[in-house]
């Protein structure tokens, strides 16, 4: 089964996607106007450090909560200076689906930040609600930032310390309302596709296995050849 919803972006150098009825076509020139957050499952915690206690939760869980608040909420985990942001990366999305299949077939998945369940919206728009790129410096140039910019800051102390490759942009923010009309929501497979598009109509949900992210059998298949 194809999702029946179509992305379209209206702009040649973008990512193009639609659906016809032989199946679905993908086209991407330059992803550089399309930004993505990617999500992952929540650890449990058990009220150590005066943190209330919570259960773990899949990363298709926290997905489904951000669909069912139509937001996203801000965080300050590795922003120096305590700053609440929603972050994205820019970084083309079959880029990132060649990382989420390398560290699946290597057994690995842990060795990212993330897993393949991400909120996607056209730059343009994500420039609008106050999105910024982050400012990829030492951090001995911190303090060299106005005040005002500081939420920016991203450290990069190579070769030890290396980020850019994700491209990101930053929203500072608490919460990040999110429209359905600007948002795509990719998750890993057709099946987790048409469970949140039953539970959620409105939201366009893609699987990633369209775009060549292998199942998780098939990653083990490769990884045992």
């Known amino acids: 089964m194809v999702s029946p919803w179509c992305l379209r972006y209206e702009d040649e150098k973008c ?45 298709s869980a926290v997905l489904d909560q951000i669909l ?15 700053h ?14 060649s990382v989420f299949a390398s560290v ?24 609008r609600q106050g999105a910024r790129p982050v400012i990829y410096q030492p951090e001995a140039e911190y303090e060299q930032l106005p005040q005002a910019l500081r939420w920016r800051h991203c450290r990069f102390e190579p070769p030890d310390i290396d980020f850019t490759w ?10 990040l309302p999110l429209d359905p009309r600007q948002t795509w929501v990719f998750v890993p497979n057709q099946e987790i596709a048409d469970r949140l598009t039953e539970r959620h109509g409105q939201w366009r949900v893609l699987p990633l296995e369209l775009f060549g992210l292998p199942s998780v059998g098939d990653a083990v298949s490769r990884r045992e050849a």
Request: hydrophobic share 40%; aromatic share 10%; glycine share 14%.
């Open 166 to 175: 994700e491209r990101e942009w930053r929203v500072s923010t608490e919460r």
């Open 104 to 127: 699946a077939i290597a057994g690995q998945p842990g060795a990212l930040r993330y897993e393949p369940y991400g909120i996607g919206v056209p730059k343009e728009w994500l420039f």
């Open 84 to 97: 609440t942001c929603v972050c994205f990366t820019e970084a083309p999305l079959v880029e990132m689906i």
């Open 15 to 59: 990512l193009q996607i639609g659906c016809r009825e032989d199946g679905f076509r993908s086209h991407v020139a330059d992803m550089g106007n399309f930004a993505i957050h990617w999500t992952k499952a929540v650890p449990a915690s058990d009220g150590f450090f005066l943190e209330a206690a919570r259960p773990g939760r899949a990363a």
């Open 68 to 82: 069912g608040d139509a937001g996203l909420r801000g965080g300050n985990g590795q922003i120096r200076g305590g």
